[in-house]
């Protein structure tokens, strides 16, 4: 394991990837973030699969944000085989989506999310409320310590 604390971002809009990176930036989030940017995307690099399988499944990100409305395989199903799976089972996943649906705030928790963040729509809002989740889920969370 490398001992960086890799955040995986799942998002397939291009302008909200840009604007998440440089609200990490902005709150000095200096950690490395993998861009993935469909849920196989995220599934291949979670269970070390496709372009991704001589990644050490042991090094998992600290964080997971995954917008819900992906290509291939939507938010939900990729939340789903996380927590199916026992190695990724307590990886922490945030939701960070548009919807601010009822049944999709819902079905994520029922699903096993540890936050659900709807996007604001203003970009100072937006930039602010990404930057406070990165620091809390870097700084102030106490992850799951790793197997011995």
Known sequence: MNGRKTILLVEDNAND??????????????????????????????????????RDIRDLPVVVLLDLKLPKIDGLEVLRRVRSDERTRL???????????ERDVINGYKVGTNSYIQKPVDFTAFMDAVGQLGLYWLMLNQPVPPPK
């Open 17 to 54: 990837e840009y604007l998440t990176l440089r609200a990490l930036k902005k709150y000095n989030v200096a950690n490395d973030v993998v861009v993935a940017r469909d849920g196989v995307e995220a599934l291949d690099y979670l269970f070390c699969t496709g372009p991704h399988e001589k």
């Open 91 to 101: 990886l922490p996943v945030v939701i960070l989506t548009s919807s601010n649906e």
